[in-house]
């Protein structure tokens, strides 16, 4: 008898796979979710993108005047929705006893990420550039297993470091505009608009499972030693956060919190 394809063999095999043109399109998912977990440590890694021990630091917005630079700023964020994508399909394996239109919501977003990356791939090669044309490092992966609940992963992952891309997406939009790259610009304005439902949702399950949004539980659901100091930019996108639902008094909080 053959065995039904489901989504989270297809969640296994994307977060497994060490070919790049699975990660970038990867074939269609299956519908049924059979809630069986598995335990992934680690992502596989096409040669392209095989981490380095230590990556560049992001390009400043004032270095944007070259080309090269503002190709390895798209590079960059690239891996990151690579890892947000990855991390998703991670969920849903680590969490199989989670609500269903919890994890069917993970697969959701996966697709928006993998949608982001095809984005950018098409400003690497408008700027002369491919995937892999610069090092990366796989910094969410490094922090982001340590959640060991849905709550601890939506308040790590959806509300902190997706939240804090909407500060980035607003930063750099304007850097890049600055720089003369409005396509670029464009493409980081619409990442962004469309991380907000990203964050809604974490910010939508955090509340089912731990009640209203607010600094201090939510401090107390992150996995430690994880503060929100790497989980903010600077300036806070009061606006981006707001339209995604995080609460003004826990925007307020988060931008005046010092540790």
């Not at 489901?6 to 074939?27: F, M, N, Q």
């Not at 890694?45 to 095989?50: A, D, K, M, N, S």
């Not at 849905?150 to 607003?170: C, K, Q, T």
């Not at 939510?218 to 995080?246: D, E, N, S």
Request: aromatic share 8%; charged share 25%; with cysteine.
């Amino acid at each position: 008898m053959v065995r039904e394809a489901t989504a989270e063999a297809w969640a296994r095999d994307y977060v497994r796979s060490r070919d790049l043109g699975h990660k970038l399109a990867p074939p269609p998912r299956p519908r049924t979710l059979d809630g069986v977990g598995l335990a992934i440590e680690a992502p596989g890694r096409p040669p392209e993108l095989e981490p380095a021990a230590r990556a560049p630091k992001t390009p400043r917005p004032g270095a944007l005047s070259d080309p090269r630079k503002r190709a390895q700023l798209l590079h960059t964020f690239l891996h990151h929705e690579l890892q947000a994508a990855e991390l998703m399909c991670w969920a849903v394996l680590a969490f199989p006893d989670a609500p269903e239109a919890f994890r069917r919501g993970l697969l959701s977003i996966c697709d928006d990420e993998i949608r982001h990356m095809g984005l950018y791939v098409e400003r690497l090669r408008a700027l002369g550039h491919a995937v892999g044309d610069f090092p990366v490092r796989d910094w969410f992966w490094e922090r982001v297993p340590r959640a060991s609940t849905p709550l601890a992963f939506v308040s790590l992952l959806g509300i902190g470091f997706e939240g804090a891309n909407l500060d980035h997406a607003a930063r750099f939009a304007e850097a890049l505009r600055g720089a003369g790259d409005e396509a670029s610009a464009a493409v980081q304005e619409q990442v962004g608009r469309e991380e907000e439902a990203h964050v809604r949702f974490a910010v939508r399950w955090y509340e089912e499972w731990a009640g209203p949004l607010e600094l201090t539980g939510w401090l107390a659901a992150l996995p430690p030693p994880l503060t929100p100091i790497v989980m903010r930019g600077r300036p806070l996108a009061h606006a981006a956060r707001r339209r995604a639902g995080q609460p003004a008094g826990f925007v307020d909080a988060l931008e005046a919190y010092a540790p």
